[in-house]
């Protein structure tokens, strides 16, 4: 039987309403009221996309930002539709991009901050195949700019202008190559060492005097652009789900760990490098590993 327009035209919007209803049931309303700053979303694999998906179910209100070359080849703008964002472009290297960034956010949200995250991290020296023992320093040093350096930059911005709410939370994404070797992370490693500690020292001033807390997630390898752009990936990835008594951390999984730390349920964590990665960094090794081990 034929249906009209009218019927088909409310059946889609009753599904809609449906489906609408059902994303807001998954949601436990922990970010309700929150507004902050999503840095680093390029494309649907990245981990501030996802994030910035569940900030949104959540609760949250936010202004997505990302460098100004990234934005002409992302899709930033399909997610701030989804999300009912505003989009200002900022290259995290530069404080002027940053002061423009901050102001402009407390305007469109209405006020100060909650939750902050630095999602960004490159390497000239990682995408041009230079190895660790033959870098162009110049490139290094754009690298530590770029992925490190920005975080301390962001957070001089935030305190300078008293940015941050009270029991806000800032939060940036690392790798445990900051703490131990991974040979082909190159550059990178440095960099994320530098950026944990930078959370840590900084941490420290907007704990003490803002009451703000700073922390990084140290997140499994994850298939991004980013992630991928890693010499051998697709090897090491499969290596840390073997090693991993829980498998890797999936984007989504590093997104909810972010909502719990921009949540007020984890108030007084702060300072802290916290392992998202299935288990990963306590293991030795993993039955599966010595299985392929002995079997090769
Ligand atoms: P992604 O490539 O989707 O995100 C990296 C972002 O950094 C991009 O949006 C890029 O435009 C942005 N960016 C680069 N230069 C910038 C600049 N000058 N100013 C502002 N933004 C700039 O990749 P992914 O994996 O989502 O990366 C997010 C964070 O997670 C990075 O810090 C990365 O190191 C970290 N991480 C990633 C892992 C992985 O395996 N993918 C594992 C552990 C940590």
Redesign the pocket.
Known sequence: MRQSPLILMLNSYLINIIFAKKKLDMSNNLLKGKRGII?????S?????ITAERVFEEGGTFVL???P??MR??QINELAKKTNATVIP?????IEDLENLISKSMEILGGKLDFVL?????SINVRKGKSYTDQNYDWTHKGL???AM?FHRVMQTLYKNDAMNEWGSIV?????AAQRVFPDYND?AD??AF?ESVARSFGYFFGKDKNVRVNT??????????????KG?DGF?KYADKMSPLGNAT?MD?ANYTITLFSDLTKRVTLQNLYNDGGFSNMGVSDSIMDMIENS
């Open positions: 840095f680093g979303a390029l494309d694999n990245s981990i501030a996309w930002t990302n460098a070359v990234a080849m992302g900022a290259d995290a290297t530069s630095h999602s960004i991290g490159m700019d770029v992925s920005s940036a994404l690392s790798y445990m990178m960099n994320k950026l997630i140290s997140q499994s390898p994850t298939p991004t652009t980013a992630g991928k752009g890693v990936f990835i984007a590093c």
